[in-house]
């Protein structure tokens, strides 16, 4: 299972030439994709991204595999050790989408607050039937009364 | 601990699953200390975790975020508009580090205690130069961009315009061209003598064409999230320089030459180190790639 002393030795230098081509490769793809490489050329935020959480990924499985001796490993350590990790996929999906939910609700209210918002939603009441009673100019005033109509 | 029998080499023998269990030898074939560390590790990475779902979800909670190519693009030596060669040599040293920790822990387990300490004294110049690196990344955010943690000088604009002159027409760059931007565009706002100067632009498309506005703050998070996050990473390489230490003082001394589970504790000092690196893989994709 293990590997002898000049196997290992071999696996070193192989690690050290892979993290740091993958580590070029990602910040090639951050400066080319944000237009820094060749001007007016940018790549798409769906190709990038993708793109660069996979080559840390890989960076990830190479030191916990490789540098940290998981893959030499019994496999009963891999897994406890691995497998609890899995609850971050629930976190990340849970939590980013939250975060999209704040900003949605966020913007929503600046809509509502806002005063072009308010004359047009008065605006449409006036031309109900009843309720010609309230006035544009007057609506400022008024806030708090119209909006618990 | 040198009562420990499950060292790595005691379980080279095939096992079935269910002899696994019957005790009398550990299920996991690794001593009790390195288990431990693993599933320290494990509650350190969950803590991580935490820290950067946060910034994602706090991210994902406003309209812009600044673009770390803009944030992220000095250097020392009066490097400018560089964005992103200092991260990136940071990162090789801590890859570096790693490396000379992986041949320390291989020299441990030839018992060769010169090779050890000789290792450990570069991983540990490594850790030492990466902290150097962060203090003088900090140092330039604070003193001369003027971050903190409840004030984002880095802005983004949400429309395309064109910088004003104080006389209203529009400013020019140094080459004579107009100065304008477009969405997206992240500006850091200067400040000279304890004042904001935040820039005037008339905006040039969209619903609100032809509005004169002002620059403004960045989301109010950043800095706290900066700071902490890679603070947070930060003082685990110090605590690891510590402990590499003190592991490289025994291992001269020769300590573990007398002990029974040999160099077993720079094997767990390395796991650490270790993850170090692996935090930093991810802090690195998630503050400055993507």
Redesign the interface.
Known sequence: MSLSYEEAKKVVFKGMIILGVVTLMEVSIALLGNGHMIPGFHLHKWIMYPAMILLSMYKAYFIVYEFMHMRYEKRTLAISVLVPTMLLIWAIIAFLQEGNDWNNRRQYIELVSSEGYKKEMLEKENKLPDAGTIKVEEAGAKENDASSH | MGTDTYT?DS??AEETGKQ?WEGGKS????SYGK?MM??F??SD??TF??FL??Y????????TWP???VVFSTAPFGLEHK??IFV?IM??VL??S??T???AV?EG??ENRRGVVKWMILTIVGGLSFLSCQAWEWTNLIKNEHMSLTTDPFGTHVYDGVYLNDDGTDAKKEDGTIDAFTAGHTYLIHKHDGEWHKRKFRITEGDLKGQIAQESFGPKAFGALFFFITGFHGFHVFSGVCFLTIIMLNAAGGLYNKRKNGYEMVEKI??YW??V??VW??V??VF???
């Open positions: 790595q379980h080279t696994l299920p996991f074939g690794t288990l693993w599933y590790l494990l990475a969950f975790a935490g779902i946060a994602g979800a706090l991210r994902f909670s406003v309209p673009l770390p190519d964005p992103l990136t990162t090789f890859i570096l790693s490396v920790m992986v041949r291989q387990h030839k390395g796991l270790h993850f690196d692996l893989v991810f690195f994709l400055y790639l993507l």
